[in-house]
């Protein structure tokens, strides 16, 4: 990455890290890569314009260099945690109908898209979406009309009809 890329992080622990960076470009070390891999720090710090920085300051300087571009670590616990979140929110198009539910499990993607054509695919798709908002507060959904063939007074009708309360499953 280029270390100009870095420079937020690098001028929260550095007042100067604009002229740091510039006599590490000058010297033509303008990637971390090339900061942190390149030569040995002795080198670095011979390179840099005089006065630019103490050899303290240059291992400062590239622990921070280090610490920008490192990935960032997590525990399995959070990891676990996480996918546990996701996995709860995932949609599983539950329209309601044992039989049917069944039928389509895991057809639905969990984040992708998914495409349903048929006779009554605009009321079946409705119906599950519907449910899903209904049942997951948080969760949103986008309706694309590419035969341009839906109706809001339909879908509005239909709204009405579908026999459940906000918040339950079923």
């Known amino acids: 990455m280029r270390l100009r890329l870095l420079m937020p992080a690098l001028q929260e622990h550095f007042a100067d890290a604009s002229n740091i960076v510039q006599a590490f470009d000058d010297a ?65 198009g539950d329209t309601g109908v044992l039989e049917l539910d069944e039928m389509v499990a895991e057809a639905f993607g969990a984040y992708g898209v998914t495409e349903v054509s048929g006779s009554a695919a605009s009321h079946l798709v409705l119906w599950i979406v519907v449910r899903h908002l209904a049942q997951y507060g948080e ?31 079923t």
């Open 28 to 92: 033509g070390f303008k990637t971390s890569y090339e900061a942190l891999f390149g030569d040995p720090p002795e080198a670095l710090l011979s390179k840099p314009s005089e006065g630019t920085i103490s050899y303290a300051g240059l291992q400062g300087f590239l622990f921070q260099v280090a610490v920008a571009t490192a990935a960032h670590g997590s525990s399995g616990d959070i990891v676990l945690e996480d996918e546990h979140k996701i996995k709860s929110a995932q949609f599983g």
């Open 139 to 169: 969760s949103s959904a986008l309706w694309i009309d590419t035969t341009y063939d839906f109706s809001v007074d339909q879908a509005a009708l239909a709204l009405q009809n579908i026999p459940f309360e906000v918040g339950s499953p």
